[in-house]
C-alpha cells in the first residue's frame, strides 16, 4: 500500500521517540484546578497543524525563505526549517504546531523566572516541540529537540488557551519550555485571544528572532524574560548553535519599544563564567539599556550534552553577582539556589528588603504604587 511522505515520516518518528516524550504533556496540575472536569480529558491531535505562517518570502523553483529568525532558512518544497516546525509545501509556508502544544501546566511566575511582573500570581504556561537553537545544556532537550510527530500534542486553539488560563485564574499566558518564536503564529493568536478576555501574555525566549517579527510580536506581549546565554560569540557558537549578535539586538529593541525585561544568565561552569565577560555583559546592560533591567545568574545543573560538568558552585555565582553590582546594576539575583539571600529583592536606595522569596513562594512584599514602602524610592517593574 502506498503511504505519503508526511505520514511516512510520522510513523518513523513515532517509533522512534524517547520514552521521556511520553510524560512530557502532564495534566496533573491542570486537573488539581478544574476539580469539576477532572475525568474530562483535554483534546488531543491526532495530525500536525496546516496553517501559513507569516514572515516568509517566496523564492525561484517554489523555494522559499523563512523571515522568523536569523538563520533565514532557504526551504526546497516537502522540507523544514531548521526548527523542524514549519514545512514548504508546494511553495508555501505552513506551521506544523499551530494550536499543537505538547506541554501545558500552571506555573508560579517566579519560576519562569520573573521577579518584578506580579509576584505571587501564576502563568498559564504552554509549549510546542522545537527550537531554532540547540543548546548542549538545555534542560527541555526532549520537546525542544525533537519533530512535532514525535509527541503527543494537544489540539488547544487560541480560545481555548484563553479560557483554560482563565479558569485557572493566571493573570498570564506564559510561551515558555521549548522556544516560543518558533511557534509565533500561535503565541501572537493566543496573546490577542488571551487580551480579549483580560489575561496577559508573557515570553520566555532566547531571543533569537528577527526585528520585524519581534516588533510585531511585541504589542501583544506584556513582559518577556530572555535566556542570554553567554557573552562572546564563541560560546554561541561551540554551545548553543546560534549567533549572540542578533539577541543582543533583540534586546535592545525590547526594551526601546518599552517592554518590560528580565535577564537571565545560566552560569556554565568553565564555558560562561568568566568575571571579565559579566563585566563586559554589565555595562552593556547598564549603558544600553538601563541599570534597573533585572539580571538573573542561575545555577547550572549537569544534562543533556554536558553531563560531564559539575553543577556551578555557589562561590562562583555570587562572585558574578558581585560583579554585576559592581558595575552599578540595580537587580542582581542568584537562581537557583533556595533559601539564598540573593533571590530577594532589595531597595538600591535604602537596602531594605522588599519582596522575601524562599525558592518560588513569596515570605514578605514591601512594595506599594510602584514605590519602596520604606523610603519611598520608585521600584520598576509590573505590579499590579
Known amino acids: 500500500m502506498a ?23 502532564d495534566t496533573s496540575s491542570l486537573i488539581s484546578i478544574f476539580p469539576a472536569d477532572a475525568n474530562a ?25 523563512c523571515g522568523i529568525c536569523p538563520r533565514k532558512c532557504k526551504i526546497s518544497p516537502l522540507e523544514r526549517g531548521y526548527c523542524g516546525t514549519r514545512e514548504n509545501q508546494d511553495g508555501s509556508y505552513y506551521t506544523l504546531v499551530y494550536s499543537r502544544p505538547c506541554s501545558i501546566n500552571v506555573d508560579p511566575i517566579e519560576k519562569k523566572p520573573l521577579f518584578h511582573y506580579l509576584p505571587g500570581t501564576t502563568a498559564f504556561s504552554l509549549a510546542t516541540a522545537g527550537c531554532n537553537v540547540n543548546c548542549k545544556f538545555c534542560q527541555n532537550w526532549d520537546i525542544s529537540q525533537v519533530r512535532p510527530e514525535q509527541l503527543d500534542n494537544y489540539d488547544l486553539s ?3 488557551i484563553a479560557r483554560l488560563a ?15 518564536v518558533i511557534f509565533y503564529e500561535y503565541m501572537y493568536d493566543c496573546a490577542v485571544e488571551g487580551h480579549r478576555n483580560g489575561i496577559r501574555s508573557v515570553a520566555i525566549t532566547g531571543g533569537y528572532i528577527q526585528p520585524d517579527p519581534l516588533k510585531e510580536l511585541l504589542k501583544v506581549l ?31 529593541i525590547m526594551h526601546d519599544e518599552g517592554k518590560w525585561i528580565e535577564l537571565v544568565y545560566l552560569v556554565v561552569p568553565t564555558l560562561n563564567d568568566n568575571p571579565e565577560d559579566i563585566k563586559r555583559m554589565s555595562d552593556w546592560i547598564a549603558s544600553t539599556l538601563s541599570p534597573d533591567v533585572p539580571i538573573h545568574f542561575t545555577r547550572f545543573h549537569p544534562m543533556y550534552l554536558l553531563k560531564n560538568l559539575p553543577p556551578t558552585p555557589i562561590s562562583t555565582l555570587e562572585e558574578l553577582f558581585s560583579t554585576a553590582k559592581k558595575q552599578g546594576l540595580n537587580y542582581v539575583y ?12 532589595y531597595c538600591p536606595q535604602c537596602h531594605r528588603i522588599l519582596i522575601q522569596r524562599q525558592g518560588f513562594t513569596l515570605e514578605s512584599f514591601n512594595i506599594s504604587d510602584s514605590k519602596c514602602k520604606f523610603c519611598g524610592n520608585k521600584i520598576p517593574g509590573i505590579w499590579s
Open 3 to 25: 503511504i505519503d511522505r508526511r505520514k511516512f515520516i510520522s510513523r518513523c518518528a513515532k517509533c522512534s521517540a524517547t520514552i521521556a516524550a511520553a510524560s512530557i504533556a
Open 41 to 65: 480529558e483535554l483534546p488531543r491531535a491526532d495530525d500536525l497543524s496546516r496553517i501559513e505562517a507569516r514572515h516568509y518570502k517566496k523564492l525561484e523553483h517554489l523555494e522559499i525563505e
Open 158 to 160: 487560541p480560545a481555548d
Open 166 to 180: 482563565k479558569q485557572s485564574n493566571s493573570p498570564t499566558i506564559a510561551y515558555t519550555y521549548s522556544e516560543p
Open 222 to 252: 506584556d513582559a518577556v524574560k530572555i535566556d542570554l546565554k553567554g557573552f562572546t560569540e564563541g560560546f554561541y557558537k561551540d554551545y548553543v548553535q546560534g549567533e549572540l549578535k542578533p539577541v543582543l539586538e533583540a534586546i535592545k
Open 334 to 345: 542568584i537562581g537557583n539556589v533556595p533559601g539564598h539571600e540573593a533571590e530577594h529583592t
